[in-house]
């Protein structure tokens, strides 16, 4: 039997808006497998209003998808 933390996937809106936002500002996202640097490496750098643009239009498709 395997460690569960062999494999961790995470995935959802909020995964697919941060990786959106990193990808347009030309940066990339932390190597999360490596879980021997400290926690505080790990965090993701994001432009929080490009980040809040894509909240706003992710939330507006998907009202527009309930009408």
């Known amino acids: 039997m395997g460690n569960m933390y062999d494999v961790v996937v995470i995935a959802g809106i909020g995964r697919q808006l ?3 936002a ?3 500002a030309g940066d990339t996202l932390p190597d999360f497998s490596n ?13 929080i209003f490009r980040y809040a643009d ?5 939330a507006g498709a998907m009202a527009a998808l309930r009408k």
Not at 54 to 58: E, G, I, N, R, S
């Open 18 to 20: 941060v990786s959106r």
């Open 22 to 24: 990193v990808e347009e």
């Open 35 to 47: 879980d021997k640097r400290a926690h505080k490496l790990l965090r993701t750098r994001v432009n």
């Open 54 to 58: 894509l909240c706003d239009q992710a």
